[in-house]
Structures are given as structure tokens and as C-alpha cells.
């Protein structure tokens, strides 16, 4: 059983579209977190999200909005796509509660990398 | 800047030999973890060493955490064709809720 899972893999679009990904994780985790990966390996988090309420807000253009149904689930939808969106973006969970204890560990989806021409 | 910087970049050796990545940051932290990437993969989570702990082992690889220096470093013994991939060092800051996470070390084992 996949424990983090996005969909699409890939994902090719002309500038200006809209696209959404999504993130699926069968873990019982309470928090969910998007990140952003550049071309040079460079991981920065973007939006966390912890019982459906948005946690963590990073310094993201607003054209990027998550949305979380439950909290098994958080999606990313992009407006008016630009180049510089370019990058791998991944999907992650982790019991927050566990945050300061032994475990705070993250699990990470397989990534979908979305690329625009 | 970065909280958490991977020292080297990359790094390759023969199969066999030990690997040594490092990890410096800047502010005080709850804990460390190292991650491991694959080409094309998710990253994967190999150890975590909390702020009141020097070294942790977990098989082959070694942690350790010297605080006063804000450093880590990551040594895998006996390595493998299997271990080429990319690591990363995570760091959580006292209160905060997120990971913050270096660069990463590209790690190659030539067989």
C-alpha cells in the first residue's frame, strides 16, 4: 500500500494555464505539507496544512492555493502558471504530535514534476 | 540564508569505503534528520538525533551532533551501490513546525 501518493507524475503545460496535484496519505497523520524542489536539489516548504487548518503559510506567490477536504487529503492548485514554476513538487505527511518526541518523522510522496513551457 | 548546509555537494567513492557527509546550521535546535533521495524518488528518512544527543547509529550509518559547534555529519560504513543517492539534513527549530532542509550531498558509489 502506497503510504503518500500524488497524482500526476508529470505534468506538462503552457504558461498562463491552471493545474491542480494531488496528495492522498493513508498514514492517520494529522499534517500535510507541500514543498517545492528547484532544479538545484534546493527543498523549501511551501504550505502546511494540520487538521484540515492551514499551519504554515511560507512566502508563495497567491497564485498557489492548497485546499484540504480532510486531513488525509491536501491539494495544490496553481493559477496562470508561470516558468519559474518549474520544479518538482512533493507531497508529505507526519503526526505533528509526534513533533517533539522520538519519532517526527516525514513521509514523502513520489513527487510530480511539473513542467511549463 | 539556509538553516541546514550539506558539505560536500557531492561526494563519489569506491564501493567498500566509508562515506562522511556534513551538516551545518545556524539557530538552535529540537532535532536533526538525515533523509535520503533517490534519482526520481521521494525522500526517504534514515536517522534523527535530538539537541540533548551526540551519536545515534541505525545499521550502517552513524549520526553525530555537536551543538556547541551547530554540526552534524553522516557517515555510512561499508558502502554500496545502493546508497547513490542525495542526502539531506532537516533541521527543527525550539516551537517551530516545520523542517527546514539544506541542500543535499550527491553521493555516488562506483562499483
Known amino acids: 500500500d502506497t503510504a503518500v501518493s500524488q497524482t500526476p507524475k508529470y505534468l506538462v503545460t503552457q504558461m498562463g494555464n491552471d493545474k491542480s496535484i494531488k496528495c492522498e496519505q493513508n498514514?492517520?497523520?494529522?499534517?500535510m505539507y507541500w514543498y517545492k524542489q528547484d532544479s538545484k536539489k534546493f527543498l523549501k516548504i511551501m504550505f502546511s496544512?494540520?487538521?484540515?487548518?492551514?499551519?504554515i503559510n511560507e512566502t508563495v506567490p497567491n497564485r498557489f492555493s492548497p485546499k484540504s477536504p480532510d486531513k488525509a487529503h491536501l491539494n495544490l492548485h496553481i493559477n496562470s502558471l508561470e516558468l519559474g514554476d518549474s520544479a518538482v513538487y512533493f507531497c508529505?505527511?507526519?503526526?505533528?504530535?509526534?513533533?517533539?518526541?522520538?519519532?517526527?518523522?516525514?513521509?514523502f510522496g513520489p513527487g510530480t514534476r511539473l513542467t511549463v513551457l | 540564508s539556509q538553516q541546514g548546509e550539506e558539505d560536500p555537494q557531492a561526494l563519489s567513492i569506491q564501493e567498500g569505503e566509508n562515506a562522511t557527509m556534513n551538516c551545518s546550521y545556524k539557530?538552535?535546535?529540537?532535532?536533526l534528520q538525515w533523509y535520503r533521495q533517490n534519482s526520481g524518488r521521494g525522500l526517504v528518512h534514515l536517522i534523527l538525533i535530538r539537541s540533548n544527543e551526540r551519536e545515534k547509529h541505525s545499521g550502517r550509518l552513524r549520526v553525530t551532533l555537536d551543538t556547541s559547534k551547530k554540526s552534524s555529519s553522516l557517515l555510512i560504513t561499508a558502502s554500496r551501490a545502493a546508497d547513490t543517492a542525495s542526502y539531506f539534513c532537516a533541521t527543527r527549530l525550539w516551537g517551530a513546525q516545520k523542517l527546514v532542509f539544506g541542500q543535499g550531498t550527491r553521493l555516488t558509489i562506483n562499483p
Open positions: 539557530t538552535s535546535i529540537n532535532n
Open positions: 498514514l492517520g497523520h494529522d499534517t
Open positions: 508529505a505527511s507526519s503526526d505533528l504530535r509526534e513533533a517533539t518526541g522520538q519519532t517526527d518523522t516525514q513521509y
Open positions: 496544512y494540520n487538521n484540515k487548518e492551514l499551519i
